[in-house]
């Protein structure tokens, strides 16, 4: 069974930086070719992918918002993806998600598809 689990969300000024953790478990990484988005919801605004990675290829996928100031990248040994966030603003404020999804050739830049989500860590940041 998938389970994804968020971390490292927090309250930041703008300026700062966060790295936000997505752990997963029923899956290895090093054996898996998968796609892993993380995702936002503002309050009160839709949810959105910001970035992704496909891993069969080391694809990634940004955000127009986000490019240049998020990095997604992953670790085998520790089952684990990231999402380093720097020069964060205020309107990168909302609940951050990861999810994935497992079919070949899965594109990171497509929001669809994925089945398995995290319960979310809240990023918040103040000006």
């Known amino acids: 069974q998938v389970q994804l689990v968020e971390s490292g969300g927090g309250s930041v000024q703008a300026g700062g930086s966060l790295r936000l953790s997505c752990a997963a478990s029923?899956?290895?990484?090093?054996?898996?070719?998968?796609?892993m988005g993380w995702f936002r919801q503002p309050p009160g605004k839709k949810r959105e992918e910001v970035a992704g990675i496909y891993t069969g290829t080391g694809t990634t996928y940004y955000g127009d918002p986000v490019k240049g100031r998020f990095t997604i990248s992953g670790d085998n040994a520790k089952n684990t993806m990231y999402l380093q966030m720097t020069n964060l603003k205020p309107e990168d404020t909302g609940m951050y998600y990861c999810?994935?999804?497992?079919?070949?050739?899965?594109?990171?830049?497509?929001?669809?598809?994925?089945?398995?989500w995290g319960q979310g860590t809240q990023v918040t940041v103040s000006s």
């Open positions: 029923g899956y290895t990484f090093s054996k898996s070719a998968f796609c």
């Open positions: 999810a994935s999804k497992h079919h070949w050739g899965c594109s990171p830049s497509d929001p669809d598809g994925y089945n398995y």
